[in-house]
């Protein structure tokens, strides 16, 4: 389980729809979301966070300590130690809570006979809203017994973007894009120096529409290849949804390798 820290990634997805809209008509009874802002609200998870960020403020102050008057080899050294630290500490005061919330989702989603737990912001409509029983379920006193039984096979589909991203004809689509804009806003600067407020907002809608047809030219053909090779699978494995591995909480059916087979 994670608590959600939204990040910007390079080809998103959000949801794709895998068979006729039809299909989505069937029994989806099985399908229960959780609000994991609403479990992150909870005391020790707040009081995790304002111990790790006091943590962080002191290794920052640290840092800078240590690495004054320092070469920028020793410099770079002295970073990833404090960046192991940090990391240490992240895991010994979140991992036991993390791992407490999904044993409890986990237990909850049995006893309903959830195939998968999705995070409540991806729902407009429909599923099981489990988060009162998952709040409860924490907050009780002592260990917490995970499920005998593994999740029943999931007609929702998940796939890890991170695995995408990773690929290099992404990082390479990615790259193409990241030049592009840097070179486009390095001519902005320089068109924008002198000009009025009028002029200004005209050469500023210019770059907008040249950062969008840079967007088409390099990550769009990836992305309509990728979009394709999930919607191509979905339909094989007859699933109703795929959605990225970042909203999926517990269960479901991953796809991810199948997916990468697709567009290596």
């Known amino acids: 389980m994670h608590i959600r820290f939204v990040s ?28 994991q802002a609403a479990i992150g ?32 080899s020793d410099q770079q050294r002295i ?16 991992d036991p809570l993390l791992g407490r919330a999904q044993t409890a989702i ?8 959830l195939s998968i737990v999705v995070d409540k912001q991806i729902v ?28 029943p096979p999931s007609s929702i589909g998940y796939v890890d973007q991170t695995q995408i991203d990773a690929l290099p004809k992404a990082k390479a689509a990615a790259d193409a894009f990241q030049a592009a804009r840097q070179r486009l806003s390095q001519d902005l600067n320089k068109q924008l120096a002198g000009k009025s407020q009028a002029e200004q907002v005209t050469i500023v809608q210019q770059f907008n529409n040249q950062l969008k047809d840079e967007q088409k030219k390099d990550i769009q053909p990836l992305n309509d290849e990728i979009q394709k090779a999930i919607s191509d699978v979905a339909k094989k494995k007859k699933l109703l949804l795929v959605v990225d591995q970042a909203d999926r909480v517990y269960g479901g059916t991953d796809v991810t390798s199948d997916v990468l087979a697709l567009i290596k």
Request: glycine letters at 8%; a neutral charge.
């Open 8 to 35: 910007a990634i390079a080809f998103a997805i959000v949801a794709a729809i895998a068979l006729a809209p039809q299909a989505l008509a069937t029994d989806v009874l099985d399908i229960g979301f959780v609000d």
């Open 41 to 72: 609200g909870l005391p020790q998870f707040v009081a995790a966070q304002q111990q790790f960020s006091q943590f962080r403020a002191q290794t920052a102050r640290d840092f800078q300590a240590a690495i004054k008057g320092k070469s920028q």
């Open 79 to 94: 970073y990833g130690d404090f960046n192991q630290r940090l990391a240490a500490k992240q895991h010994e005061l979140f």
């Open 106 to 113: 986990a237990l909850v989603a049995a006893q309903k006979s």
């Open 124 to 151: 407009i409509f429909g599923g099981q809203d489990i988060t009162k029983d998952v709040l409860t379920t924490i907050g009780q006193q002592g260990v917490i017994v995970p499920p005998v039984q593994t999740p």
